[in-house]
């Protein structure tokens, strides 16, 4: 295969690209790691990041970018498909910086980049499938309705709602569960999502 010397990756047909990071050639992936960083880099200023994170960041996904395709955990379909598993596995190392615990509550994350709204049909949606468990809770006896607001609603714990209803917690928790199956053959819909 020939060598990308006198190349650009750009001009190089996606599958000998991969053919030439599998066989490590320098001159492909110095080209490589050079077109992708200024894009990663953007993302990262774009949200608070500086450049050495940046440097760090696109090292580390660079490397795990190499090992996927070395490892043929990813196959490149278009010539552009490779730019765009580097950038996503870029974007997700930082996203996971800027969610960890000592990054926490000092950075804000560019909301635009990531994701668009929840459209008002997912929405809608929603709120009907509360509305047929509300129906449905409405349909129990006293006790049923009352202890699922107190778990659900209120979310208080096993010992305060066993206390307000006057039971031991093991008793509690046993009700609890009977109600909740109760609404599971009530409606195809239950507390934590769908069936």
């Known amino acids: 295969m020939q060598k990308i010397s006198n190349r650009k990756i750009k001009d190089l047909p996606f599958n000998e690209m991969v053919a030439l990071i599998k066989k490590n050639d320098a001159a492909t992936l110095k080209e490589l790691y050079k077109t992708n960083f200024h894009k990663v880099k953007r993302y990262v200023y774009k949200n608070n990041g500086g450049e050495q994170q940046a440097k760090d960041l696109y090292q580390e996904a660079f490397i795990a970018m190499w090992r996927n395709i070395k490892e043929g955990k990813f196959s490149a379909e278009s010539e552009t498909a490779i730019n765009g598993y580097l950038f996503q596995i870029a974007k997700y190392k930082w996203l996971d910086h800027v969610r960890s615990a000592r990054y926490k509550n000092t950075t804000f994350i560019n909301r635009e980049m990531e994701y668009n709204e929840p459209e008002v049909e997912e929405n ?70 769908s069936k």
């Open 124 to 193: 809608e949606i929603q709120n009907r499938k509360i509305k047929i468990i509300m129906d449905s809770i409405s349909n129990f006896g006293e006790r049923c309705q009352l202890l699922m607001k107190l778990f659900y609603f209120e979310q208080k714990p096993f010992k305060e709602i066993a206390k307000i209803m006057a039971m031991d917690e093991a008793s509690a928790r046993n009700a609890k569960y009977r109600c909740q199956e109760q609404l599971k053959k009530m409606t195809p819909i239950i507390p934590n999502g």
